[in-house]
């Protein structure tokens, strides 16, 4: 985004030649890949005419204006079937469009196209097809925001968007190599995004490079009278503060939990990353997260009773519409007790406790996103590892999260690294990441899929 | 307390979701799990503990927590 923004500018590359290329990858590619769902091709061909005319005539709205952009299928778009992967919103229109889907067309960007997700982000992707991983088609892609992650990993979207409510936007960026940020809880609002669970629902983004999350993050992020859980705090330029130095900050290194029983390739880039950390000037301190390891049933238990609360007369009335483990899942939550669900949400705020009084005395904590590199798509259908592992805290506690590629296993798979904030310090993360990416070249590597197909 | 399966059933069928047997089995099993899990937190004696459910802030954190 970053760099064809520069590019358009300067007329080098028009929007109209862009959208012609990321379509034809589309064309070549999403048979395979399976990123969308639903491709926009003759209104995003029509913006990008209409953009190019505007920059001929030198209207140009802001950095974003003729860029295309795809949007996870769970996110409302006005005119565009909205499925969230489910046969019982197959047919399904919005009249309204999502309020940061509205910010980013009112900067000039372009609908791609809706990108693949697990049902309800939470189910599986029977019905149109499952997102294949790019970097070996036998390997799981994660999810629930999977279209977005493989597409911008292929090449066939500049950048996505992306819902997180355990991990679902950062997990699937880490097995992909691409960029995966959570922004705090409130800083983005949820208006027109399909609700999976109203207390640990992000919007996100996937990006090849931090720079290019800092510039679409600080589009959509803000204040919506339509959204009472978004906050009123002032979006700062994340662009200006990407530069901001990582010397003599205070970085937290939380060994248990989330640097036991790493995969040895995991545990080996991760090691070389704090390295590189260091390098840049900042000091690693070991901490202590206290309650890191009892959070594995609560993530999962109170998503399902408010996925419930959200869906229970559809479920009622249309339960065979529903894929079975989306109705597993959603069903659950009417199982608990309201004193169920309560003593979860008190070990939610010992947690979230815990860690804001760690993340007093920190700037940052960094961990690595999973413990492995993607598994065989076998394992996924047999009976999953936690993917979860490392990232539902930070939906539990509403803190800024993201994901950057520090390294490749041996087998030529991503992995990645997980770098998290104080609340609303979105900048301070993205200034780490940014910093690590301008050292490294892991964001560079392409994988093996449509070389001959263009870029 | 592990809750039998027949509970699953009866409470399927009186909330009236269309679940099958795999449904309710699959069902059984995490919510089992999960509250054996949970006993482990619930304290044995709740007299005297700090108050939990701050108030709820726009700020950051989802209300619930």
């Known amino acids: ?455 | 307390m592990t809750l039998p399966l027949q509970w699953f059933r009866d409470e399927a069928s009186r909330l009236q979701l269309p679940l099958d047997e795999e449904d309710v089995r699959a069902i059984a099993a995490f919510v089992n799990d999960a509250r054996e899990a949970l006993d482990h937190h619930r304290p044995r004696d709740p007299e005297g503990l700090e108050p939990s459910l701050l108030p709820s802030t726009d700020e950051g954190t989802g209300a619930a927590g």
């Open chain 1, 1 to 455: 985004l970053t760099e064809l923004s520069r590019l358009v500018a300067a007329r080098t590359v028009s929007p109209v030649e862009i959208v012609d290329a990321l379509l034809a990858r589309i064309g070549a590619l999403n048979g395979s890949l399976a990123s969308y769902v639903t491709v926009c091709e003759d209104t995003a061909r029509t913006k990008a005419a209409t953009a190019e005319r505007d920059l001929r005539a030198g209207r140009r709205r802001g950095p974003l204006d003729g860029l295309p952009i795809a949007h996870k299928d769970i996110v409302w778009t006005k005119g565009v079937r909205t499925t969230a992967h489910s046969r019982a919103l197959a047919d399904f229109v919005p009249t309204d469009s999502a309020t940061f889907v509205d910010r980013l067309e009112r900067q000039g960007m372009i609908l791609l196209g809706k990108t693949n997700t697990g049902e309800f982000a939470c189910g599986t992707t029977d019905l149109f097809g499952t997102p294949t991983n790019p970097w070996s088609a036998t390997r799981y892609t994660g999810g629930s925001s999977n279209g977005s992650a493989n597409a911008v990993a292929a090449g066939l979207a500049i950048a996505a968007t992306g819902t997180d409510t355990g991990g679902s936007v950062r997990v699937p960026a880490s097995f992909c190599g691409v960029v995966g940020l959570k922004p705090t809880y409130g800083r983005v609002s949820r208006k027109g995004v399909i609700t999976l669970s109203w207390s640990m629902d992000h919007v996100g983004t996937l990006t090849r490079t931090v720079s290019d999350a800092a510039l679409l993050l600080e589009h959509m992020a803000g204040y919506d009278p339509l959204d009472r859980t978004s906050s009123r705090r002032p979006v700062p330029s994340y662009a200006v503060h990407l530069v901001d130095p990582v010397k003599g900050r205070v970085i937290g290194i939380p060994r248990k939990h989330f640097y036991e029983s790493l995969h040895p390739e995991v545990d080996r880039a991760l090691r070389t990353a704090l390295n590189h950390l260091e390098e840049l000037g900042a000091h690693l301190e070991e901490i202590a997260l206290e309650g890191s390891g009892d959070l594995e049933f609560v993530g999962p238990l109170l998503y399902r009773v408010e996925a419930f609360a959200q869906h229970a007369r559809r479920l009622r009335e249309r339960g065979q519409d529903y894929g079975r483990r989306a109705r597993q899942k959603i069903a659950a939550g009417a199982f608990f007790s309201a004193a169920d669900y309560l003593q979860a949400t008190q070990i939610r705020e010992t947690w979230n406790r815990n860690l804001e009084g760690v993340l007093r005395r920190v700037d940052a904590i960094v961990t690595p996103t999973l413990p492995f590199p993607a598994f065989p798509i076998e394992t996924q259908s047999a009976g999953p590892p936690d993917t979860s592992w490392g990232t539902r805290h930070f939906n539990l506690s509403g803190h800024p999260a993201i994901t950057v590629p520090c390294g490749f296993s041996s087998d030529g798979l991503p992995i990645g690294m997980q770098i998290v904030g104080n609340l609303f310090d979105e900048k301070g993360v993205l200034a780490i990441a940014h910093a690590f990416q301008q050292m490294t070249d892991w964001h560079q590597r392409r994988p093996p899929v449509g070389e001959k197909v263009g870029a």
